[in-house]
């Protein structure tokens, strides 16, 4: 995100390759666009010694080892901002820095369940369904990280005072969480998944299935969209169709909605509902939204260094966002990132002949 922002970002690796196990093109590892990669030692004094050059210069720093690891190595919050006063040092972990659990190895599924998030998807007659890692991992960890991140930049800038920022992804995911927990503690949301407004317990909140075995979507919940939606759909002479708003009459609601999109197809409904006010969209593949109509429009989807993928976000009216960088190997720019980091060429060599710093290729 800071990197799409137009931020010079250095990704410091190791120099030997961990990741899930899962391998890939890295052409095709889009979230490391937009910043090189500087494979680094820091289990060494020098490569420790040349991170803390680099530090001295940084506007910000983010880690995401478990808390402790990087006071162990000598490249901990309270020495870096004594070298360096204005520093934003941002700390990402699953379950924070402090509690039971912050010493505990997690994923996303975890930190979404302790917060509340996962119990509350899913259907009424199944188990709790993962929303991919979109909650824990990049919603509730790497934006409000970065929202940090610019905030303390802000504070730095204004004060000359850096600081820590303690990003969790237990805290982000609950932070998510907050309209829904609003109406849970309002009594009008039940702790039964798959039995609310919004999680596809209402039959006018739904996916359905068309003629042809895909899916599309409707989200009327005014009065006004829903019966336009009935209009729309034939069944508005139907008095069993209202009110909405009575749970009594979902289950018969739904399978009007049900019966109704199973005679005709995706496509069909796409031609009857789009550009209406019914709350309308199909539900998309991932292939199938890089070509649709309104997002091509938007340029959602971009070509950046041959290949597809979601551009850069938000849209701003005087600068343009742009990832110019490709995903990166490991170690592909430590030459070029010491160097302009200020590292003399003859460290550089003798830092690479060391093994302390790699470089690709």
């Known amino acids: ?180 927990v609003g109406f849970r503690r309002g009594g009008i949301w039940s702790s039964e998944r798959g039995n609310n407004i919004v999680d596809g317990g209402a039959p006018y909140y739904a996916a359905y299935e068309t003629s042809d075995r895909k899916y599309v979507s409707i989200g009327a919940m005014e009065d006004k969209f829903y019966e336009l939606l009935l209009s729309k759909l034939g069944i508005a002479g139907d008095h069993e169709m209202r009110p909405h708003t009575d749970r009594s009459k979902w289950a018969y609601q739904r399978e009007q909605f049900r019966k109704c999109f199973l005679t005709r197809s995706r496509d069909e409904w796409c031609d009857l509902l789009e550009g209406t006010d019914t709350c309308f969209a199909p539900v998309l593949t991932m292939d199938e939204a890089s070509s649709h109509p309104h997002l091509k429009a938007r340029q959602t989807y971009v070509d950046m260094n041959g290949v597809n993928q979601p551009g850069p976000n938000p849209r701003f009216s005087l600068t343009k966002a742009a990832a110019s960088i490709a995903p990166a190997e490991l170690g592909q720019h430590s030459r070029q990132i010491l160097a302009d980091w200020g590292i003399p060429s003859d460290a550089v060599d003798e830092l690479c002949r060391s093994n302390v710093v790699f470089q690709a290729g």
């Not at 190791?14 to 095709?28: E, M, N, Q, T």
């Not at 505990?104 to 998807?121: E, Q």
């Not at 188990?127 to 790497?142: E, H, Q, T």
Request: glycine share 12%; proline share 6%.
């Open 1 to 180: 995100m800071l990197a799409d922002l137009g931020a010079e970002v250095v990704r410091v690796d190791r120099p030997v390759a961990s990741g899930l196990g899962v391998p890939i093109d890295p052409k095709f590892d889009l979230i490391l666009r937009g910043r090189r990669s500087l494979a680094i030692d820091l289990k060494t004094e020098a490569g420790r010694n040349t991170a803390l050059h680099m530090i001295d210069q940084a506007d910000a720093v983010i880690e995401s080892f478990r808390p402790g690891v990087v006071e162990r190595m000598g490249l901990g919050p309270d020495i870096c901002l004594k070298r360096n006063p204005k520093l934003v040092y941002a700390r990402l972990t699953g379950w924070g820095q402090d509690g039971p659990y912050a010493q505990m190895a997690g994923h996303d599924i975890n930190y979404i369940a302790l917060s509340g998030v996962l119990h509350a998807i899913g259907s009424s007659n199944g188990p709790p369904v993962p929303p991919l890692n979109l909650v824990g991992d990049f919603g509730g960890g790497a934006v409000y990280c970065a929202f940090g991140v610019v905030s303390a930049l802000l504070y730095a800038q204004r004060t000359g005072q850096g600081q820590v920022v303690d990003a969790a992804m237990v805290d982000g995911a609950a932070a998510l969480l907050t309209m829904v």
